[in-house]
């Protein structure tokens, strides 16, 4: 287990940029794989962006691909989200998620570790 906090949340108009970051408290971040998610209001957590432990692998959901990019610095125990064009779809709680191990996942029930997670609202 790592805990996680989230920060960047906040109220944007609909085509602003947001950037989350979530901050580790571990000594070997690097072993982490971390992802994050997001709960709409009245929804069920979906995937968001994933990075593997080294930043050699990302994956994106389809409604986010080409706006929002995930990257981590291993050296500071940090992982951001960059939010870019933002839609009004895109508010609710951002969650940043870790998991051990090399595999590349976009699977909710193999993150163990999860951050109080972060609000953002986009108005339109």
């Known amino acids: 287990q790592v805990q996680l906090v989230e920060s960047g949340g906040g109220f944007v108009q609909a085509g602003d940029s947001l950037r989350l970051s979530c901050a580790a408290s571990t000594l070997t971040f690097s072993n982490y794989a971390m992802a994050w998610f997001h709960q709409a209001p009245g929804k069920e957590r979906e995937f968001v962006s994933f990075i593997s432990r080294h930043g050699f692998s990302t994956r994106y959901a389809d409604s986010v691909k080409g706006r929002f990019t995930i990257s981590r610095d291993n050296a500071k125990n940090t992982v951001h989200l960059q939010m870019n064009s933002l839609k009004p779809e895109d508010t609710g709680v951002y969650y940043c998620?870790?998991?051990?191990?090399?595999?590349?996942?976009?699977?909710?029930?193999?993150?163990?570790?999860w951050g109080q997670g972060t609000q953002v609202t986009v108005s339109s």
């Open positions: 998620a870790a998991r051990t191990g090399v595999q590349v996942t976009t699977d909710i029930a193999d993150f163990g570790s």
